[in-house]
Nanobody, 128 residues
Framework: QVKLLESGGGSVQAGRALRLSCAASGYTWTRNVVAWSRQTPGMERQGIAVFYTASGVTYIDDSVRGRFTIARDTAENTVYLQMNSLQPEDTAMYYC?????????????????????WGQGTQVTVSS
């Protein structure tokens, strides 16, 4: 059974950076799609970053492009979300998810419904 554990969230001031980690247990990512999504109360979950483990290709949503990046540490079986220049609007619960797919077409790439296994989330709070 795949278990995902997110960590690295916290409270920071605007302009600072955080790095979130998504560690997988019981599974080694070799041919999957891994994504980071975020959700605020009352809003739908939004996909923001995608990593194709088979190719190393990444995609970043327009809403965070230029500030956020996604990367993998193969030895640690961990996917990271580096978040720079954080803003109060980045405040959300951040989730890691994985799909049993090698890639998704553009319309499905960021859609939370495309992903099967999810972590419990890690809270990020950015104050002005």
């Amino acid at each position: 059974q795949v278990k995902l554990l997110e960590s690295g969230g916290g409270s920071v001031q605007a302009g600072r950076a955080l790095r979130l980690s998504c560690a997988a247990s019981g599974y080694t990512w070799t041919r999957n799609v891994v994504a980071w999504s975020r959700q605020t109360p009352g809003m739908e979950r939004q996909g923001i970053a995608v990593f194709y483990t088979a190719s190393g290709v990444t995609y970043i949503d327009d809403s965070v492009r230029g500030r956020f990046t996604i990367a993998r540490d193969t030895a640690e079986n961990t996917v990271y979300l580096q978040m720079n220049s954080l803003q109060p609007e980045d405040t959300a619960m951040y989730y890691c998810a994985v799909a049993d797919a090698v890639f998704f077409p553009g319309s499905q790439r960021f859609a939370p419904a495309s992903y099967k296994d999810w972590g419990q989330g890690t809270q990020v709070t950015v104050s002005s």
